[in-house]
């Protein structure tokens, strides 16, 4: 698995804690208090990790998970079931949480509204026809308030001394920083975002230079008033 990589192969170089997959988690989750959205979707949710926490916010209203293979999805959706404590302190606003076998790039009605759109480790698994339409789908169609989305740095690679390849066997390409910028910046002048970026799993304080092991690119809508503010 990637994550036992990230964790165990640089541990000669650098060793993470907590693991990096939770620090990517704890990204969106850190998003998720500071924002407050309403409805909440998970691209790739995968084993529903994410939405296992997203799950206690009590903010959120709408918790959607995503991810093309439905087996895994229907494997483990009981883990998303109400727990005791869940009927002893009942939340002030409902949850409801769906599971949908679905496509990154696919635009569905019912993933619209969507405050906060997270894509955690996904889009490095996309082949590149694929991928050519993740922007439009994500970006024109559903147009989420705010939009996480993390993938391999590869310029933090050199730390993996046993890597060969990518991190992963499914992996289809890793970025660099620059390479991902290249690509968050052409969105926004297309789609009306603006982006920031940052990062989990820190290089060994003498090598900051590579960056992260995963880069962050968090963007947020740029709605038509403070567009027209900005042009004035």
Not at 130 to 149: C, D, G, H, S
Request: hydrophobic share 40%.
């Amino acid at each position: 698995m990637m994550d036992d990589l990230e964790d165990i192969s640089a541990a000669a170089a650098v060793l993470f804690r907590p693991p990096v997959y939770q620090q990517r988690y704890g990204a969106v989750l850190e998003l998720s208090r500071k924002l407050e959205p309403k409805k909440v979707i998970d691209m790739g949710c995968a084993e529903c990790k994410l939405l296992r926490s997203l799950k206690f916010h009590r903010h959120i209203e709408s918790l959607i998970g995503i991810d093309i293979n439905e087996s895994l999805l229907q494997s483990n959706q009981n883990s998303l079931q109400p727990l005791i404590t869940d009927y002893l302190h009942r939340r002030s606003r409902p949850l409801k949480i769906q599971l949908f076998k679905g496509s990154i790039d696919e635009a569905d009605s019912r993933m619209m509204d969507c405050d906060l759109f997270s894509c955690i480790e996904v889009i490095e698994h996309l082949y590149p026809s694929v991928l050519e339409r993740v922007p439009a789908a994500i970006f024109q169609k559903l147009r989420p308030q705010v939009v996480i989305i993390s993938t391999p740095n590869s310029d933090f690679n050199v730390l993996f001394p046993e890597l060969v390849g990518f991190r992963h066997f499914d992996h289809k390409f890793e970025w660099s920083r620059q390479e991902f910028q290249a690509w968050c910046f052409s969105i926004c002048c297309l789609y009306h975002y603006e982006v920031e970026f940052s990062g989990v799993g820190d290089p060994p304080a003498n090598m900051t230079y590579l960056g992260h092991c995963s880069q962050i690119a968090i963007f947020r809508r740029i709605e038509k008033e403070e567009e027209e503010e900005r042009e004035e």
